[in-house]
């Protein structure tokens, strides 16, 4: 009976209501003309089969100020509640989802109707609907200008920190702030607010280069990114768990050893592909085959950035405790996704790469974790 209470609580939230719609179309509208207005660093992306490549506005860090500075003048002068989101989270959820199994569909019928014979927009079509659907069929498609893969995990990153900042006005009007709301607000803001500081970076991510936009990426950044990344927060604000001070500290030290090795990992990278004889940690790099960085984190482990994202996501669940396994849905999720990416990404390197890759795995043995994994 109380699961049929509950659940009949939970139905209604999900239908979308009309003020849900309002909130993520003016979230998108926003995004996409400040994208396109506001000035910020052009970047060229990487380099396609046809020898083609994109360039990108990496404007998201100022665009994210001006929409945090739009809405605290909104909150000031009465227009919005700053719990606004943390309220209608279900609604928004369900409108967001529903938006992007539509957009999926749009782009799989735009896609497959494309003649366009560029590498970013020529059709990839296997002839399984469910699978041109989910994976894709171009590889960057566009939509009145705006590059629809780069813009859509830009507005799933900033989504996360926004419903964050909603939950903790929800926590700070109810008295609970302690200190797991703190440190669990402060670690998530720090990794997106160094996303979009280095928002360049992006670009050179499998995502971007090689992955093709269908219901998996949508969803992946519009739906799951932002909602699911959000639970301990969730979590937070209806459990209240009071963290010692060592223990605090100790979170506090993962997440900092974490930060280092996803954010210098993925750095060198990023240098590397863009100057392939810049200094790594000092010293000339090492490269195997003329072509794969040996130096590094890239020599300690072959997906080392792996690690550093799993400590950061295991960082963000801690300050929620032990009472429950639902906070740490994500970071149980993020390793179970990172070995079947690794796994995958080997496999595509070695057919890639063939000597050159086998080569490297005897100079670098250790895929994630050394001396373990």
């Given at each position: 009976?109380?699961?049929?209470a ?21 979230y ?62 279900l ?69 996360w ?39 360049e ?46 223990a ?11 930060y ?48 550093g ?65």
């Amino acid at each position: 009976m109380e699961a049929a209470a509950a659940a009949a609580a939970v139905l209604p939230a999900l239908v979308p209501s009309g003020s849900a719609v309002v909130v993520l179309f003016a979230y998108l509208g926003y995004l996409a003309a400040a994208g396109a207005i506001l000035p910020g660093k052009l970047v060229a992306g990487a380099v396609l089969p046809d020898s083609s490549r994109l360039h990108y506005r990496c404007n998201g860090l100022l665009s994210l100020l001006l929409l945090l500075g739009l809405c605290a003048f909104g909150v000031y002068v009465g227009w919005m509640t700053p719990t606004v989101v943390a309220d209608r989270g279900l609604e928004l959820l369900s409108a967001t989802f529903i938006f992007s199994v539509l957009v999926s569909f749009g782009l799989y019928l735009a896609g497959t109707k494309s003649r366009y014979k560029s590498s970013s927009l020529k059709p990839h079509v296997s002839g399984n609907f469910i699978e041109d659907w989910w994976l894709g069929v171009q590889l960057n498609p566009h939509f009145m200008g705006v590059d629809l893969k780069f813009f859509f995990v830009r507005a799933g990153m900033m989504a996360w920190l926004f419903i964050n900042l909603s939950l903790f006005a929800k926590s700070f009007l109810a008295g609970s702030v302690n200190l797991s709301v703190i440190l669990y607000q402060f670690f998530c803001a720090w990794y997106i607010i160094d996303y979009f500081v280095h928002e360049e970076f992006m670009t050179s991510t499998w995502d971007i280069i090689a992955e093709r936009l269908g219901f998996m990426l949508v969803f992946g950044d519009l739906v799951f990114i932002p909602f699911t990344f959000t639970i301990q927060g969730w979590w937070l604000l209806r459990n209240e768990v009071e963290l010692s001070l060592l223990a605090g500290v100790a979170n506090f030290c993962i997440f900092i050893i974490g930060y280092l090795v996803f954010r210098g990992a993925n750095k060198q990278k990023h240098v590397f592909k863009k100057d392939p004889k810049a200094p790594i940690w000092g010293k000339p790099p090492k490269v195997v085959g003329g072509k794969l960085l040996a130096s590094g984190y890239w020599g300690i482990a072959r997906h080392c950035n792996y690690l550093g994202d799993l400590l950061l996501a295991l960082s963000f669940s801690l300050p929620c405790g032990f009472s429950s396994v639902i906070p740490y849905f994500y970071p149980t999720y993020l390793l179970i996704l990172l070995i079947w990416r690794e796994r995958r990404d080997e496999a595509r390197c070695s057919q890639k790469y063939k000597e050159i890759w086998a080569e490297y795995c005897k100079l670098v043995p250790w895929r994630i974790l050394p001396y373990v994994y």
